[in-house]
């Protein structure tokens, strides 16, 4: 199945091509927002049949590349269900994102779009973008998504609660514990919270990803200071259940050179079942 999609979207799938649509009663094709996406404070903007665009809060003095994982995953899935029937829906089962910048800029602002690349049997592929206040890329999105019945779905999750983001450490809000810590690898703790949810009951994917960059970024730092996030690749094997169960996050140096350094990670259950893998590239300082 593919869609129709227009011929500017293809010439520049990232670039001014997302209107608002009237598809739904919010205006944005039906689209209203989740546990996860109220605690990162992020939010779909604007809809069409092929592309999404949103925006995500910046807490004030939050620098970390982590936080706009979940504005990442938003945009790129909104473009996908933007493009399938009603009946239809989809889950992330793989997010890369690659970052052209060191830290988040300055502005209380983060954007996004992102448009639907193809389809092929069961699955989508969108390709999206993230940027500054004043049009600078900082990052480019690839998300490819099962898609299945919505009739497969559970009802979504009442919102109970939300966790504004309030901590200029987006470790400390993911409430990450570091029970191990040396050179080459770290284990941290984190609780799959219904704050981090999605309409699926389960935790969402920008969350996990968010959790990953921030486990990668802690482990880099421990060779020192200066080491930065350039791009993330996450795969979700299953889908990671909000539950008051502790999950661990395991982080591994797998490659280090003087300029550049690998970092592959997992998110686990306590039966130690893998739900969730990533590996994560980070650049050194200068020496």
Known sequence: MTPEVPARLHADPIGETVLNSDGGPDGLGGWQPNAAEVSFATRITGASSVAAKGEFDRPPGAVELGWTATLADLVLGRA???AVPRNRS????????????????????????????????????????????????LALLVGRFK???SDDLPPPPVI????????????????????????????????AALVFANPAGVMHGGAQAAAFCTAAE?????????????????????????????????STVVRRSRSLMRIDMTLAAPDATVLTQASATLAGPPR
């Open 90 to 137: 989809g889950v992330t089962v793989n997010l890369r994102i690659d970052w052209f910048t060191a830290q988040l800029p300055p502005a209380p602002t983060i954007s996004g779009t992102a448009s639907v690349m193809n389809f092929a049997d069961d699955f989508a592929v969108a390709r999206g973008e993230l940027f500054s206040a004043d049009s600078s890329t």
């Open 218 to 250: 802690h482990l880099a730092a421990q060779d020192g200071p200066g080491w930065r996030m350039l791009d993330i690749d996450v795969h979700y094997r299953a889908p990671v259940a909000v539950s008051p169960e502790v999950l661990q996050l395991s």
């Open 160 to 191: 109970e609660d939300v966790r504004l983001p309030n901590a200029l450490s987006l470790s400390n809000f993911l409430e990450l514990e570091y029970g191990h810590v040396d050179a080459l690898r770290t284990v941290a703790h984190l609780e």
């Open 80 to 82: 996908v269900l933007a």
């Open 147 to 149: 898609l299945f019945g």
